[in-house]
């Protein structure tokens, strides 16, 4: 529990809110922390998103963070209303993943050819690897079952259990392997994970993306599908959701899109760049030419096939416990916010 203690009605006189980066639309909070409904609330920045993932799904130590939304459908799905967490309609991470697929510089693998292949990822059930097992499944005709797993990072959330993956699915686990280092020995042949970074700050010399033309593949997808993927999602510890109370959670929530509205207005002034991006302003143009004036946005109605396309394809590798329609993981007092 985070250290804000509670009113002796219950309600926190304080509440955590737990980021893992410096996020440009929560950045008005850490300027200005606001008070919401009459608690103060706090934002935190953790050293990474592993660490909030951590200390939220194992200590469950902040009223608010953000949490990986594959790992929290996962615990939803077994525990339903005994979930120790409820989502709220924002989320802090999105992005296309195309880019994240990478094999040696001197393979003949492309997107069609990876049956057999033998794929290491930090672990099985991570949300960016749920997305890319979904496009190759649907795009390319991969299932899940055509190629072996590796994983090297002990589970975030442990609380998950042991998931109802499908029967001959093949997965091996090397704790604490350095999978770039295993593609580029041969021992696997892709790696799904964040960018790796060479000594000149490009990839590493010998590895490729699988996708080279990622970005032209991901506007593609985007325009075929109307999905700009889901990452991470906000939830609320429950018992501080009961205390803080449906007022709270919804002026949350707007205060959460005020503030990704901000960082919006900020990087489209171009008078003094306040990112270390010299064609920011262009790249803004061009997300919302492709992606709609708003090119992040929150709220359950307008993100609700994304959320479907996640739910299926958590279903489909396994990693549900039970059926979940997508209103169900979300307070139902945040579902008719326009975010």
């Not at 306040?274 to 929150?298: H, K, M, Q």
């Amino acid at each position: 529990m985070s250290p804000g203690g509670g009113d002796p009605a219950g309600r926190p006189r304080a509440a955590v809110f737990a980021v893992g980066r410096y996020y440009d639309r929560v950045r008005h909070l850490l300027d200005d922390p606001p008070v919401v409904n009459g608690v103060p609330v706090s934002t935190m920045v953790l050293s990474g998103v592993e660490e909030v993932f951590r200390r939220m799904g194992q200590g469950q130590e902040f009223e608010i963070s953000e949490m990986s939304f594959s790992f929290y459908t996962s615990l939803y799905s077994k525990l339903r209303d005994r979930c120790p967490f409820v989502a709220l309609p924002v989320f802090l991470s999105r992005a296309f993943r195309h880019r994240n697929i990478f094999v040696r510089d001197d393979a003949v693998l492309n997107p069609r050819s990876l049956a057999g292949a033998r794929i290491g990822l930090p672990e099985y059930a991570m949300t960016l690897a749920v997305w890319i097992r979904g496009i190759l499944a649907d795009d390319f005709g991969l299932s899940p079952l055509d190629v072996a797993w590796v994983t090297s990072r002990e589970p975030l959330v442990p609380e998950v259990g042991a998931l109802p993956l499908p029967v001959g699915l093949r997965l091996v686990h090397e704790p604490e392997a350095d999978l770039v280092e295993m593609l580029h020995t041969g021992r696997l042949d892709v790696y799904l994970g964040p960018t790796p970074v060479g000594a000149d700050g490009g990839l590493p010399a010998g590895l490729r993306r699988l996708f080279p033309d990622h970005h032209d593949v991901e506007v593609d997808y985007f325009r075929r599908t109307g999905i700009f993927p889901i990452m991470h999602v906000v939830v609320l510890r429950r018992d501080a959701y009961g205390q803080l109370g449906s007022a709270f959670v919804r002026s949350f929530c707007e205060l959460l899109a005020e503030a990704k509205d901000a960082a919006l207005r900020a990087h489209a002034y171009d008078g003094a760049l306040d990112v270390t991006l010299p064609f920011l302003p262009s790249a803004l143009d061009e997300s919302r030419a492709i992606l709609g004036e708003d090119p992040w946005p929150y709220g359950f109605d307008t993100n609700r096939r994304v959320v479907e396309a996640f739910l299926r394809y958590a279903a489909e590798q396994g990693l549900l416990f039970s059926a979940v329609e997508a209103h169900e993981l979300f307070a139902p007092e945040t579902l008719e916010l326009l975010l």
